[in-house]
């Protein structure tokens, strides 16, 4: 056998290592000329679990909107530090369109929770797109927890503070968010005990291992249905289709207790406005694609409408909420 | 018979031509993936879930999306195996001995114990869900943090015998992985731990990387440094199949990881991590022979293998029977089925009986499948090993690094494992074992959120995990794990001691 030198194994690398480099730099690469945009596939980041309701929420849009852009929508999910990983990694992108961030309300409650530590600015590092929806929240207890109401359920976390727990899906997801509010409203200090994810916090509650949380209709309606948890109520302005006898926090007379789980989809700042507006029409034309309309309200939300998921009305979204978890979030020592 | 009702039911959804077509499609997509590591079963779900949009038949997806999760169980043993590469933690169980057992010619005969054992427990495993989904999920539940903690920390201890040398550098090991898996932000405060201004460490290193290092590159490091190691690994392949040998001594591992594995599935928080770790600590208990396992046991790849198939199976209980998902690639699923308009929740089982009882029916075809696609591949990969080393260790850095970049197209994993490969060489020098490594830095992080959040609950009250009866019994066995594993070294250290007076 012929002894093999090192010079060989280094070439024989140096090949790997190309072929390596090559089929990485296969995956990126797109046109840039805003007239002809779209011409080549989308990358849209979610900074969330794979499987998550924000993940969810995209995928459903991402169909139809693919459709009318005539190019695909490859969804990656870019997970890490409540949200602010991806959207740190879309803002650093080229601002050419073909890197669109989805986010949720942790784009506008970041700022107040990491500070300084934050690498982008929500409102200077990107364009907005628009509003997708504005997902629920309802507030849910393990199935034997005491208060049979709402009203019930005020009282007595009131009086029983310090022995009541609290899930959330770990700091910033919008459980946790929800949970400040609402705890916030009702001048109480609870114990909060954090999951990785909603998946672990529900397992908990519906195995009675803590005692209430506020999420997101996606994670619970199918809970409330089966009778596996108790329902209080949720926290929009009006009753939803999906849960009609549920009452809202206002008729229980908490109306400060009103929020919801609102997506957006952004685009780095600089990206052309002709290719905004592109991705914007696209995303209208989905909201009012039928499957999109039913896939979501078996989740218990809506698309928004038109009016409502257009770049102008989204930064004013996003403006007024960054300032109304500064306050929040601010009181709360972050 | 209700459940054969259902079967039928199922089988009729699974027998659809086109349903094994996708059935087969999803396996043998998961065999892949699982061979490659770094592309694991949940980026390659996450990428097709667009795909299975389109489809007529809901059942259809979901059959693939699952035939991609199990089957990248049975390809995970494969890299491990051949090239100490393991690309998941239950894989990296399996290198142990699997990768000795290659350097002995007995590379075929260990993938095809691989295949045998994960055949087998992957039938078990669905059988069981088909049969006790309902009453199992509900037990599950009444695992809250406290006796998971106590699980995790029985495992912990079982895995001294993971070592097959000094207890002591075992136990340091250990204790190095979990101070590795410290590494990124707390759950419970979000101040971010051991990260000294790095963004990316955030998250914590990867599994991938941290496994890939420490047995991968390290391994190649030592060969290099001592040229008798570095023979030709196919030199002297023997025979593919077990010889009836191999086969008696696989039937009690096999038997015994299954029925381990089925029940660490169904746990919540992480309880399938810990199936093939339990089951080789396991069989080095009960073998006759521990001294050859780490070695070429085959125990020590029948066993840990099935565990960890049978566990892949039953962690689809409590998506089933509850809508609640037990890890990362169920909740995927998960989502795939909300896609495919279906209402997740504990209804799920009553209202799509067809999507239900066709799954269950197509992962019995899966697993028939996976064992007539993977036992000829054994042929074909026993003939990779005849590749000269001098273009193997070359090919194999390159295969890391590629499988640890596509993780999540970050260079910074990259760096990771180069640093990381480099430390596992000392290590490996000082005569420490990677396994206990491996097993402090995946369950660690779990021992500390399941402590730390059962304490929450009980608001700062220790005595929560002896009040607990579940989790009392746990730790009870804990401590006479401890004991059992410590007394015989005492003992022969009273020997020595007294030998020396005489």
Redesign the interface.
Known sequence: ?NP?GPR???A??AA??G??LV??AC?SGAGNDPASYPDDDIEVVVPF????PT??VT??I??PMAEELGVQLV?Q??????GT?GA?QVAAEDPDGYTVLMHHIGMSTAPA?YGEQL?YDPVEDFETVGLVTEVPMTVIARSDFEPDTFEDFVTYVQEHE??V?MATA???AASDLCGRLLTTALGVEV???????T??A???L?????DFMCDQT?NT???I??G?VKAYAVTTPERIESLPDLPTTAEAGQPDVAVSVWHGLYVPAGTPPEVVEKLTAALQVALEDQSVI??MA??GTTPVDAERATPEAHTELLTEQIATWGDVIGTQGG | MELLDNLALGFTQALALHNILFCLLGVALGTAVGVLPGIGP?AS??LL??LT?GFDDRTSAIIMLAGIYYGAQYGGSTTAILLNIPGESSSAVTAIDGHPMARQGRAGVALAAAALGSFFAGVVGTFVLAAAAGPLAAA??????AEMFAVVALGLVASIALASGSAVKALAMIVLGILLGTIG?D??T?VPRFTFGV?EL??GLSFVSVAVAVFGIAEILKNLHDPRTRVRVASKVENLWPTREDRRRMVGPVLRATGLGSVLGVL??GGHVLAAYGAYATEKRLSKHPEQFGRGAIEGVAGPESANNAAAQTSFV?LLA???????V??????AL??Q????????MRSQPELVWGLIASMFIGNALLVVLNLPLIRVWVKLLDV?Y??M???I???A??GT?AI??NPFHVLVMAVLGVGGFVLVRCGCEPAPLLLGFVLGPLLE?HLR?AL??S?GDPTVFVTRPISAALLGLAVLALVVAVLPAIRRRRDVVFAEED
């Open positions: 056998m093999v060989k194994v280094v024989t690398s790997l290592a072929l390596s089929l990485a995956s679990a794979a499987g998550g993940d969810t995928r459903m991402a169909e969804v999910n870019v997970e890490g530090a409540g990983v740190g929770l690498a310090s022995e727990t770990g700091e910033g114990t909060v005990v954090p999951y990785d994810g998946g672990p529900m397992e908990d519906v195995g009675r291992q803590v996606t309606t199918g809970q249905t089966e596996t039913d896939q078996e989740l | 949940t779900i996450a879930l667009p949009f599950a539940l009444t695992f809250g943090s932000q759950l419970y979000a963004r955030w998250d919540p928080g409590p509850l809508g609640l998902p037990a890890h990362p169920m909740a995927l699923l998960l989502s909300i896609i308009g279906i209402q997740p929740g504990p209804g799920v000269p001098s273009v260790f070359p090919a850095i390159a295969f690094c590629t970049y999540d197209q959120n959040r929450l609950i608001h």
